[in-house]
């Protein structure tokens, strides 16, 4: 069984950060309002975590792909390809796609769907290990409070569904659907000036705190009209993760432009995938006897 995985802080943490992603405009130095998501556009954000003595790097392309609908609603899709490696304990790559169906007319997130994939070595031999996890939020959660005025609070809550399947070498090993209620608090903290690799900027401040404490802060930057930097805490102020945008633009068009605020959630999604995924290994790995991972007799690899 797949008892090693965290599945509640994994499933918390995708939460969390699903609030960055929403459609935004600039209508005055003191508020935002809702927009129109535009199909097309694409964001580059590079990320670093730190977890439980595991050091995760990467990569991802997140963009705004068709308009459809889904289980009666008008939704847009957010996408996001991505890959990396983490190093530590024990050290691989990933790679992972993932989905977000978004309400159109409120942003509210209707379904999430990633797919994430492991490679690492594991007594001599390669392993493949992916992890599916599908949410449907009923009703669908509108995190969002439109128009955002500065030092503003609000909250939200919802009824989640999550499926999740364990693969590995591409045979099922493990599945589990949950539903929980959750709810949700967020605050505009006000403007901070920060330098990430696309440049310098002044933006908003937004944070948003889960039941147990945990939260995460990016500042929207006015100039750009998007997330330029996203923070990941523990619910004691210990900073997990840093993401930061790199490029923006359209998928095929030369000019740069940007009606988002908020999108850098899927980043960190998959990011905390395989953060929760090596906690499991870290905590396991305590309560064997051996001192190393890699000494472990099982024949089968360890549940991450």
Not at 205 to 218: A, F, P, S, V
């Amino acid at each position: 069984m797949g008892g090693g995985l965290p599945l509640r802080r994994i499933l918390a943490l995708l939460v969390v950060n699903v609030f960055l992603i929403a459609s935004f405009s600039m209508t005055t130095m003191a508020q935002i309002e809702m927009s129109e998501p535009i199909v097309g556009e694409r964001w580059n954000y590079d990320y670093e975590m730190d977890l439980e003595g595991v050091l995760l790097t990467g990569d991802m392309v997140l963009k705004i792909k068709e308009k459809t609908q889904m289980l009666g609603y008008d939704v847009y899709t957010i996408s996001m390809e991505g890959e990396g490696s983490f190093t530590g304990f024990i050290s691989g790559t990933w790679v992972a796609s993932i989905s977000i169906h978004k309400r159109i007319s409120d942003h509210a997130i209707v379904k999430e769907k990633g797919i994430m994939t492991l490679t690492y070595s594991y007594m001599g031999n390669t392993v493949t290990q992916s992890l599916e996890m599908t949410e449907t939020n009923d009703p669908p959660v509108d995190l969002n409070d439109f128009p955002i005025e500065l030092y503003e609070t609000w909250s939200a809550s919802t009824t989640r569904t999550t499926t999740t399947v364990w693969r590995i070498n591409g045979v099922e090993d493990f599945s589990d659907t949950e539903t929980e209620f959750v709810e949700y608090n967020m605050e505009c903290l006000g403007e901070r000036t920060v330098t990430v690799p696309a440049g310098t900027y002044t933006g908003y401040e937004l944070k948003l705190t889960r039941e147990d404490g945990n939260y995460t802060i990016e500042v929207f930057s006015l100039d750009v009209g998007a997330p330029v930097i996203s923070e990941d805490f523990e619910s004691d102020g210990t900073k997990i993760g840093t993401m930061e945008l790199v490029s923006y633009g359209m998928e095929e068009e030369g000019f740069w432009t940007f009606e988002m605020l908020l999108l850098i959630a899927i980043v960190v999604t998959a990011v905390v995938m395989i953060a929760g995924i090596a906690v499991g290994v870290a905590r396991r790995r305590r309560r064997e006897e051996q001192p190393s991972l890699f000494d472990h007799k099982e024949e089968k690899p360890p549940y991450w």
